[in-house]
């Protein structure tokens, strides 16, 4: 796994922190867990003293959870119907369609 | 069933990526049912459940599509769109260049009060499915598979035969898009 930061901060020649814009492209590394230990640690450090990015953050989680939400609204009952309906058709015909 | 249920319609768009119609797709699914089905005695616990069963589908999927003459090859349509710059968040919300350059110019805002959660009204959840439509195709497959579904990043790269990179690349973008669809929505409610 390259260092992002490391990279980021050579461009930027020296290691002047970690800037806002550069976080919220981290932020996606950050919640997998793919950043390295200095990494996170930078990130951490940034996010402690910066109001924005805590809120960016945050969105980003309070967007997750409605996303996990989703599955059960994306499915209309009709179609939840159909696929039973379909699926006991298949079984009762003793295999899927040639 | 329930398992039939809530994995079918994910399953549906994955098959759909190599076949040519929507028809060929569904045969595809219920095949791999199928093949679940009669193999389930024979499922050692090395990996998921899920992981397995998506596993079948690809295989079938792939193969099928190679038959009907369409396999898209997921790992050139990965490439396409990771290339490029991306932005996660318009470049105008930062301080450009000088001191503070890349600081928050326009700071991310709260998007309800507490203790209302007006954030899971039927418009924000409108807005969040209208914004996963639009995105490019392995954006919104990640995207899906991963957070509304929630498969693991092993799952989906599995199933779609990507790299760990390219997968949370291709998470990344969507991702972000999708927040700002909702900042939006939340900046004009």
């Not at chain 1, 079984?91 to 040639?98: C, L, M, R, S, T």
Request: hydrophobic residues 45%.
């Amino acid at each position: 796994m390259p260092d992002l930061l490391t990279r980021l901060f050579r461009r930027r020649g020296g290691d002047a922190g970690l800037s806002c814009q550069e976080l919220v492209e981290l932020v996606t590394d950050y919640l997998e867990d793919a950043l390295s230990p200095a990494d996170r640690a930078r990130f951490d450090a940034h996010i402690a003293g910066c109001e924005g990015c805590t809120m960016y953050l945050r969105q980003m989680r309070e967007m997750l959870e409605l996303l996990g939400e989703l599955t059960t609204d994306s499915i209309s009952p009709q179609a939840e119907a159909d696929l039973l309906a379909a699926f006991r058709d298949w079984k009762g015909a003793g295999g899927p369609p040639a | 069933m329930d398992l039939v249920v809530r994995w079918s319609p994910v399953m549906m768009r994955v098959a759909r990526m190599y076949v040519p119609t929507a028809a060929v797709a569904d045969d595809v699914v219920q095949e791999t049912w199928l093949a679940v089905l009669q193999g389930l005695d024979r499922f050692e616990e090395r990996s998921s459940l899920r992981t397995w069963v998506f596993s079948i589908l690809v295989n079938r999927a792939r193969t099928r599509g190679e038959r009907e003459r369409r396999s898209v090859p997921f790992a050139s349509l990965a490439r396409e769109e990771t290339d490029g710059d991306f932005a996660a968040v318009d470049p105008e919300r930062f301080v450009g260049a000088g001191t503070g350059a890349g600081a928050w110019a326009a700071p991310p805002v709260r998007w309800w009060e507490e203790p209302e959660r007006a954030l899971a009204s039927d418009e924000a959840v409108d807005r969040i499915e209208s914004e996963i439509a639009k995105l490019p195709e392995m954006q919104r497959l990640v995207i899906t598979m991963r957070d509304v579904e929630g498969l693991s990043s092993e799952e989906v790269r599995s199933a779609l035969d990507i790299s760990e990179t390219n997968q949370r690349v291709l998470l990344h973008r969507a991702r972000s898009k999708v927040r700002a669809a909702l900042e939006d929505y939340y900046a004009d409610a």
